[in-house]
């Protein structure tokens, strides 16, 4: 009995469950603090990885823009002609030119030769030789010496304008202009010596510095003294470019993408470089040092003799100075010639355009009728860096597509001119003192840089049956009231340091409205139009802005130009259309012939052809060719005009006026 109890205790026992023992409390939190340690661990490490990267990218930029910096001295010592003449090649550790280079005769405008380097041609020195070189060179070029620039500016000044004069010859003692031309190619248009020729006329008082990239010179007796030729070498323009504008915006930690996009720009489209003409002022600072004044041109003008027609009231009264071909009504700055004072302010204006500023960047216009509502914002742009990445993205899409056709350009004259007008304080100027080769038939004469032309013939309205007789005794008056003209006569007036102004202003000025018809191929926000008429323009005024207020004034000229020559003359002529046809011609060609000392040229779409005669023989002698004109009478009831071209002629009068035109041709030896 007590078996069978016991067995059932222990049957009951042993179907029990075992006795749990409760393992040891742990902690509260521990898992967390475990956690937590990991993730602060984790955490300095990042940090860590973090501050060697910041310090690397530092450093990185650093080295890169000393490394640019002496890139850019590199490059100006082996182009810069204001320059003392360079030491021994044993001076290079002294601040002296590098070995390898050669001093270039002051007056040849050519730039060094290049050093003899392992290096590729577009790469920059390296960064240890930028340090130690940028520390003993003087960086701007065209400035004085550093000895002179300690001196104070005075000193400064004379050591600059004594190199000048050495160089050019007589210069004016207190103003010096500086026009900057970039060019991306590797050669120059066929019509370029023509332009080198036109330039030497202005060396009194203006400067062209002309930027390219290994780009093939002319020869070194073809080049003025006052032109000068900087080799950036291959892609430096971009470089250059991306550098300034990158570091004027502040942007110098994207200075890499600037300068690739910029390179690539220029590479694959040369024309986009127009678009940044208003950035001169900054990206070529360091070479307008010593300059009062500066300005961005083309190569598609002949110049013609600027100390004649740039007065003192221009460049002391007036911030920016631009000449228009008879269109004032169209207000926008010409790519031509726009003249600004040497000032950092003048050298920003172009930041607040939306295209070349910094990102989100508002442009407020306060005048009435421009954008339609003078409370609101005109412009609000992505800035400099999208608006390259998308001219970039357009190109890549075009590739893959197989098409290759223009990029995204927006003109500079448009939103830079609507800036520089509504930049508070700005006194702005536009002169009526250039030509354009609007009409086929026009001609043109250069005479020894000066560029004339001799005015439309006149227009007489007869009665019907009334034709006027030929008048054969003046053989360059082919129509009754047309003056002789004789483009050859000499220059109106010598060279003055008071630069006394060729035109004065008549009566008062009268204000105007500005609105926005016309110049179509800007921007409508940015369109800058007075109210007046083709016609009105086209007689001569001048428009100005003082104060924040526009007027106009009607200039005629202060004396006769040229005397009773008869002739008109302009500061420039622009090939706007007449390019397209001379850029199929060859340097050499018979349209296109080689200068080779001759100084007197006609001018024409047909090309330019030289007068090959003595030049002091050829002064007083008209050499205007017969062009016949018949336009259309204005209404089917109005009078006709009537006029005896050459058709009309018969052969006896034929002869006789072609013998006359012959004997005023060739003057008697």
């Not at 259309?577 to 024409?604: E, H, N, V």
């Amino acid at each position: 009995m007590s078996y069978d109890s016991g067995r059932e205790e222990d049957d009951i026992e042993a179907q029990a469950p075992p006795p749990t023992t409760s393992p040891a409390p742990r902690p509260r939190g521990g898992r967390c603090r475990q956690c937590l340690g990991w993730g602060v661990g984790k955490l300095m490490w990042l940090l860590v990885l973090l501050s060697l990267g910041l310090n690397l990218a530092q450093l990185l930029t650093w080295n890169e823009l000393e490394t640019h910096k002496e890139w850019l001295v590199h490059q100006r010592r082996g182009g810069a002609r204001l320059r003392q003449p360079p030491p021994p090649p044993q001076q290079q550790r002294t601040g002296g030119q590098p070995q390898g280079r050669q001093a270039a005769p002051a007056s040849t405008g050519v730039t060094w030769p290049k050093p003899q380097s392992t290096q590729p041609p577009n790469q920059p020195p390296p960064p240890q030789q930028a340090r130690q070189r940028a520390a003993s060179t003087v960086v701007s070029l065209g400035a004085p010496d550093a000895s002179a620039a300690a001196e104070g500016p005075a000193a400064a000044s004379e050591a600059l304008l004594a190199r000048r004069r050495e160089a050019v010859g007589e210069v004016h003692p207190r103003l010096r202009l500086a026009l900057t031309l970039p060019w991306v190619g590797s050669t120059f248009p066929s019509w370029f010596p023509y332009f080198l020729a036109s330039t030497n006329r202005s060396s009194y008082l203006v400067d062209w510095l002309i930027f390219h990239e290994e780009a093939r010179l002319p020869p070194a007796g073809e080049v003025p003294p006052n032109v000068l030729f900087f080799d950036l070498g291959r892609g430096g323009l971009g470089s250059l470019f991306g550098l300034k504008l990158a570091s004027a915006l502040g942007a110098t930690n994207k200075l890499t993408r600037y300068m690739n996009l910029f390179r690539a720009a220029f590479r694959d489209f040369a024309y986009i470089i127009t678009e940044y003409k208003p950035t001169h002022g900054t990206v070529f600072a360091d070479y307008l040092a010593g300059y009062s004044h500066w300005s961005y041109t083309d190569s598609d003008v002949l110049v013609g003799d600027l100390p004649l027609h740039l007065s003192l009231e221009e460049l002391t009264e007036y911030d920016v100075v631009t000449y228009h071909f008879g269109d004032a009504f169209r207000l926008y700055l010409r790519g031509q010639f726009s003249l600004h004072r040497n000032t950092p302010r003048l050298a920003r204006l172009w930041t607040a355009c939306h295209h070349l500023g910094a990102r989100q960047l508002s442009i407020r216009w306060s005048r009435d009728g421009v954008c339609g509502d003078a409370r609101r914002d005109c412009s609000t742009g992505a800035g400099l860096l999208d608006e390259l990445e998308a001219k970039h993205m357009l190109v890549k899409r075009l590739a893959a597509e197989g098409k290759h056709g223009r990029t995204r350009f927006l003109s500079a004259e448009g939103c830079y001119s609507h800036a520089v007008a509504s930049a508070s304080g700005i006194r702005l100027k536009f002169a009526a003192k250039a030509f354009a080769d609007w009409s086929d038939d026009r001609e043109f004469y250069l005479v020894d840089g000066a560029v004339r032309r001799c005015p439309q013939p006149t227009q007489t309205w007869l009665p019907p049956g009334e034709a006027p007789p030929l008048d054969l005794s003046n053989p360059w008056a082919d129509e009754v009231g047309e003056a002789a003209c004789e483009p050859l006569a000499p220059a109106a007036a010598p060279l003055s340091d008071a630069l006394p102004a060729l035109q004065r202003t008549q009566g008062a000025p009268v204000a105007l409205a500005i609105h926005a018809n016309c110049s179509r191929w800007i921007e409508e926000r940015y369109r800058l139009c007075a109210n007046m008429s083709e016609d009105e323009a086209a007689v001569g005024y001048e428009v100005t802005l003082r104060d924040g207020a526009w007027s106009a004034r009607r200039v005629v000229a202060a004396a006769p130009r040229g005397g009773p020559a008869g002739y008109l003359e302009a500061a420039f002529l622009h090939l706007q259309r007449w390019k397209a046809q001379l850029g199929r011609l060859r340097y050499g060609d018979a349209a296109l012939p080689r200068i080779r000392g001759r100084r007197l040229f006609k001018l024409s779409l047909r090309g330019f052809e030289p007068i090959d005669v003595e030049y002091d023989r050829a002064r007083g002698a008209s050499l205007v060719t017969y062009r016949p004109y018949r336009p259309e009478p204005a209404s089917a009831d109005a009078a006709p005009l009537l006029h005896r071209d050459v058709a009309e002629l018969t052969d006896e009068e034929w002869r006789a006026l072609e013998e006359r035109r012959r004997t005023a041709r060739t003057p008697p030896r």
